[in-house]
């Protein structure tokens, strides 16, 4: 059973940083495409950043400059350094991986996700 595990959400300051982990369970990820969305309630889940199985990365153009995705083959885990966060930044996180090394910025292309965790940015 493959399980993605989130953590490090949490509630902070206009201007602060946060560092979101992913850790994978069951299966390596560390030739697959992993990614973070991100939603809001009564909304769509978004893409935030994705990185394929070689390491490239892509991102929402909101959150260009701001955030980093970042991957440790050895630890099957994933990360996202969210820096300068903003009170629209303010949302539910999930962690997704698919079976396949290239990245999609769309979520129906993800097999595997997360329980999500809530990041909170106060004005």
């Known amino acids: 059973q493959v399980q993605l595990i989130e953590s490090g959400g949490g509630l902070v300051q206009a201007g602060a940083s946060l560092r979101l982990s992913c850790a994978a369970f069951g299966r390596t990820f560390s030739s697959a495409a992993m990614a973070w969305f991100r939603q809001v309630a009564g909304k769509e889940r978004d893409i935030v950043a994705a990185?394929?199985?070689?390491?490239?990365?892509r991102y929402a153009d909101s959150v260009k400059g701001r955030f980093t995705i970042s991957r440790d083959n050895a630890e099957n885990t994933v990360y996202l350094q969210m820096s300068s966060l903003k009170p629209e930044d303010t949302a539910v996180y999930y962690c997704?991986?698919?079976?396949?090394?290239?990245?999609?910025?769309?979520?129906?292309?993800?097999?595997?996700w997360g329980q999500g965790t809530q990041v909170t940015v106060s004005s």
């Open positions: 990185i394929s199985g070689g390491g490239g990365t």
């Open positions: 997704a991986g698919r079976p396949l090394a290239a990245m999609s910025v769309w979520s129906h292309d993800y097999s595997y």
